[in-house]
């Protein structure tokens, strides 16, 4: 079995990660680092283990969510599809079984907006853990004045939690500050994703709930 320590510990691993982040940074895009594969995975490690997958399910989920924006590299157009595909190359010659291969793949395939759909509980938990990564240190022009919508929504994040609460919902809390970005501003930029984390959750037999500055939004 593959196993999640030996993709996180792999440097060319890193390399590529790295370096698509470093891609999307001069394309004017939020932090894609090793902070954020990193974080995804744990809080997909945390969703799977809360709700009693299996040992193996949950190791994948978090190979799955450490490759998940490699494809970034070649292009951020169609970047799940590209990431699959070097997922699949990465994964094969690490010697990953053909079955472990396969559900990396098609969580990787299917997380990005335009073209996700949570084929199965590892797609389901990277949809969910990588949505839900809204916060200010994701910002990386920090001149104010110069942010553009992307930037405002997400540094004006004060704290984000996740939490699954009974084994029956999964809550994204968050607290805005409104002086800098309105809680419209964060609809208009995060209300598709927020509609697909709600499509993971269901596949999970989970509800979906966001809460924004103690009021239930959606």
Known sequence: MIIFKDIKENEAIKTYIIQADNTLSSLGYTEHSLAHVAKVANVAKYILETLNYPRQDVELAQIACYLHDIGNIVNREEHAQSGAVMAFRILDKLGATPEENAK???????HDEGTAVPVSAIAAALILADKTDVRRSRVRNLDLPSFDIHDRVNYAVEESKVEIIDSKIFQLNLT?????????DYFEIFLGRMLLCKRAANKLELEFELIINNQKVL
């Open 104 to 110: 990396v793949i098609a969580a990787i395939g299917n």
């Open 176 to 184: 805005i500050d409104t002086t800098i970005s309105p809680v419209m």
